[in-house]
């Protein structure tokens, strides 16, 4: 089955500085990669999402990068900010797939 | 519009006893899908359902089973509970089996002792 590897486990930067977590998966046939983060007390909330056939999508502040070849895909948070502190997980799936299979999560913690 | 519910938010359990876990998914979303969150980890798969059909099964005990209901709610039922069932359960809905947006509720924190 598909195995998803997330680093670094803990990031911290300071307010307005960038922040990049990186992950790897295994599984060719993975075509969804969301990005989820999760506060305190409350489930994961869907960040943003690229699927296979595109290599960058941008929301605002925040970006994600697919590299098919390599098998990566990375989120960038620019300009960060307080707010921006929580627990993030990346995640893959594939298209005949029910699941998705989760990193093990980035605490990102913004210092003002 | 509501989110995903789960209820209860809270729940307590001693070894060996059964714990029943409720969903309610997005109004129009037909999928659900049960996670486990260990403190610390990433969510991992337990079942999905759509049109009240099983569709995927993680690896875990025939302790765990769930059933989607005609209003496509659901329920995840635990037997014989064991310290290591503490975790956070989290229930996600999707307009459909392989849809890509699944929204998560704000989980169940079950403790057993």
């Known amino acids: 089955g598909e195995n998803v590897e997330q680093h670094p486990s803990t990031l911290s930067v300071q307010e307005g500085d960038s922040a990049v977590i990186k992950c790897t998966y295994s599984?060719?046939?993975?075509?969804?990669f969301p990005w989820y983060k999760q506060e305190l007390g409350k489930g994961p909330q869907l960040i943003i999402d690229?699927?296979?056939?595109?290599g960058e999508k941008k929301d605002q502040r925040i970006a994600v990068t697919l590299n098919k070849t390599a098998k990566h895909f990375s989120l960038h948070i620019t300009e960060t900010q307080p707010e921006d502190s929580a627990v993030y997980f990346c995640?893959?799936?594939?298209?005949?797939?029910?699941?998705?299979?989760f990193g093990s999560g980035t605490q990102l913690t913004v210092l003002p | 519009d509501a989110g995903v519910t789960q209820s209860p938010t809270h729940l307590i359990k001693t070894r060996g006893q059964h714990v029943t876990l409720r969903c309610s998914p997005i109004s129009g979303h037909k999928s659900v899908s049960w996670y486990q969150q260990v403190l610390g980890q990433g969510p991992q798969f337990i079942f999905q359902y759509y049109e009240k059909e099983e569709r995927g099964r993680g690896n875990f005990p025939d302790r765990f089973s769930a059933r989607q209901f005609p209003n496509y709610s659901s329920e995840l039922n635990v037997n014989a509970l064991l310290l290591g069932d503490s975790a956070l359960y989290l229930c996600?809905?999707?307009?459909?089996?392989?849809?890509?947006?699944?929204?998560f509720g704000s989980g169940t924190r079950l403790t057993v002792v």
């Open positions: 996600a809905s999707s307009l459909a089996g392989q849809n890509y947006g699944y929204t």
């Open positions: 690229i699927r296979s056939n595109v």
């Open positions: 995640a893959a799936k594939m298209g005949s797939a029910r699941q998705l299979t």
């Open positions: 599984d060719s046939a993975s075509n969804y």
